[in-house]
């Protein structure tokens, strides 16, 4: 599916928003029909709340009055005037009332994004038409387009279960966008990681079942302007190993590719936005799976960097694998290194679903992403990559722990951990959920990017463009 915006030439009837404290000088304003269906439909201006007006001469619907609600009630929910799409008519509509350009420009793109259907499994006899919104700014159309696109990349890609995306099918799709952008990609898969020095992949991944061995993707795009790298976890399903979860940690593990598929919706976006820089992207795409062949518990691996791991859980994969990812990150000049990984609860605990959490010891680059984050309408909040807690991370039969055992910082231990392997100055790392826990306002249960459109907005401030 294709976020799109009502053509700039179609007819369209207005939606006028209306906050709480402007609702008795909007009534005052209407003609005395208008004013006196709203009243009587008891219409409080409540955040999202809708009225659709009628022709007097024709009975057709003519308009539609959206509640804005309270300055709080704006606070307390994200996109809140997106509530009101499915009660819209199909068609063209366009925003009208005392909105800021900020104000307009969430309304657009809440709306995009409240446009997303996920129906491969279900697909509808008659699909439903829906309203689409002119672009309240034509300058600011295409990146608003393009961060919707890319996000419905990435809600796609987490919502198909592993069965439908295990590793080759991730990298199906991760060609097809190479492929769409013109961007050179490759994978190394099976025992050829070995031989090519990925041996963390390989001992995550080398359990799973035929035809779902593990690999790394590359891809490649731009040849002018800073470099910038994406790395992204791509477990397409994690039972946990032989340290296996309950049965009740595995219903959502269909989501933990959640950084590669969030990293492949920011790709996505940058290439489509034809943003002047030179694009890396890396996913090690694996499944955590049970058989002999599985890395045990206390085993030593070797990574890409030379540094030895003490598996302490097999749980705790996704930073082995990121670990030989970011090596390689490293290995080539780059301005800037990114990873986005479903890594730890700890993250969850700490912030919830609907806060991006990430670690960068670079001002510059953090003081972008928060500004990239408010402009993008895509919150983050920043952990410290805690120095005194390296210890933790240091088991003394190895040179790292994948899992310390006390409980304690569990995020930051996993981000201090993926530090030791991309060993760079301007190193980012988010740790994020890719997940909403139930519908909400333009994001839907399911799949959910977190982090993308904030990177994508600070690009310019972080990267210099």
Request: overall charge negative; aromatic content about 6%; charged content about 15%.
């Amino acid at each position: 599916m294709r976020a799109a915006f009502a053509p700039d030439h179609a007819p369209s009837r207005p939606i006028t928003i209306v906050g709480s404290d402007e609702l008795d000088g909007f009534l005052q304003s209407l003609p005395v029909a208008a004013r006196n269906w709203l009243q009587s439909t008891g219409f409080t201006a409540a955040l999202g709340d809708v009225r659709l007006l009628g022709d007097p001469a024709t009975g057709e619907v003519s308009g539609a009055v959206v509640g804005y609600g309270t300055q709080t009630a704006r606070a307390r929910s994200r996109f809140g005037l997106a509530k009101c799409l499915p009660a819209l008519p199909a068609g063209a509509w366009h925003l009208a009332g005392d909105l800021t350009g900020a104000q307009a420009e969430e309304a657009a793109l809440g709306f995009l994004l409240a446009s997303y259907r996920f129906d491969r499994y279900r697909p509808s006899a008659k699909p439903q038409e829906l309203p689409q919104i002119k672009a309240p700014n034509p300058a600011r159309a295409q990146v608003l387009l393009a961060m919707a696109q890319g996000e419905f990349l990435t809600r796609d890609l987490i919502n198909t279960p592993a069965s439908d995306l295990g590793p080759a099918d991730l990298q199906a799709a991760f060609m097809t966008l190479a492929d769409a952008f013109g961007a050179s990609a490759s994978a190394i898969v099976g025992d050829d990681l070995l031989t090519q020095n990925f041996p963390m992949i390989h001992a995550v991944g080398r359990a799973a079942g035929a035809g779902r061995a593990p690999r790394l993707l590359e891809m490649n795009w731009g040849s002018n302007g800073p470099h910038l790298t994406l790395v992204g976890k791509g477990v397409c399903f994690d039972t946990g190993g032989l340290d296996i979860k309950p049965a009740s940690g595995m219903l959502l593990m269909k989501k933990d590719m959640g950084g590669a598929a969030t990293v492949m919706g920011l790709a996505q976006m940058i290439m489509a936005l034809n943003l002047p820089l030179r694009l890396r992207v890396l996913v090690p795409a694996v499944e955590n799976a049970i058989s002999g062949d599985a890395m045990r518990p206390r085993d030593i691996l070797h990574s890409r960097k030379g540094l030895t791991v003490e598996v302490n859980n097999t749980d705790a994969e996704g930073r082995l694998i990121l670990a030989d990812a970011l090596a390689l990150a490293n290995e080539a000049p780059t301005d800037a290194i990114i990873s986005m990984a479903t890594l730890t609860g700890a993250a969850r605990v700490a912030v919830g679903p609907d806060l991006a959490p990430y670690f960068c010891d670079d001002a510059g680059m953090a003081a972008a992403l928060e500004s990239g984050a408010a402009a993008g309408f895509d919150p983050v909040w920043r952990l410290p990559f805690h120095a005194p807690y390296e210890a933790a991370i240091e088991p003394g039969i190895a040179d790292l722990d994948n899992a310390p055992s006390d409980g304690f910082a569990g995020a930051i231990t996993a981000a201090l951990f993926l530090r030791r392997f991309a060993a760079h100055p301007r190193y980012m790392h988010f740790d994020i959920y890719g997940h909403s826990p139930s519908d909400l306002p333009a994001r839907p249960k399911g799949g959910a990017g977190m982090g993308a459109r904030a990177t994508l907005t600070a690009l310019p401030q972080m990267l210099g463009l």
